[in-house]
């Protein structure tokens, strides 16, 4: 059974940093496209950044362009999210979800994701 889990939220002032984590079990990452979706209060869920199973990365939202970055530990079966300069816009609950197809790409679609976490929420305030 496919398990995503994601830790590493909480509150932060303006201009701080934060790396969340996606765990994976019950399943190698390695073969899966994983992306990070993000739902702030009132507003429907978006694509923030994603990294497919051969690397490649592709960055959704044009807010987080230059201080958010996506990374995987194969090792650790572990996907992050580095966010720095934070901005109160950021506040959401963060996703991490995955997918597995028989060619690698990103996708902002929540429909191609097979699997998602239970969310971690980041707040970002003074």
């Known amino acids: 059974q496919l398990q995503l889990v994601e830790s590493g939220g909480g509150l932060v002032q303006p201009g701080g940093s934060l790396r969340l984590s996606c765990a994976a079990s019950?399943?190698?990452?390695?073969?899966?496209?994983i992306g990070w979706f993000r739902q702030a209060p009132g507003k429907e869920r978006e694509g923030v950044l994603c990294i497919d199973r051969r690397g490649g990365r592709t960055t959704f939202a044009d807010s987080v362009k230059g201080r958010f970055t996506i990374s995987r530990d194969n090792a650790e079966n572990t996907v992050y999210l580095q966010m720095n300069s934070l901005k109160p816009e950021d506040t959401a609950v963060y996703y991490c979800?995955?997918?597995?197809?028989?060619?690698?790409?990103?996708?902002?679609?929540?429909?191609?994701?097979?699997?998602w976490g239970q969310g971690t929420q980041v707040i970002v305030s003074s």
């Open positions: 019950g399943f190698t990452l390695d073969y899966y496209t």
């Open positions: 979800a995955a997918f597995a197809r028989s060619y690698y790409y990103c996708s902002d679609y929540e429909a191609e994701y097979d699997s």
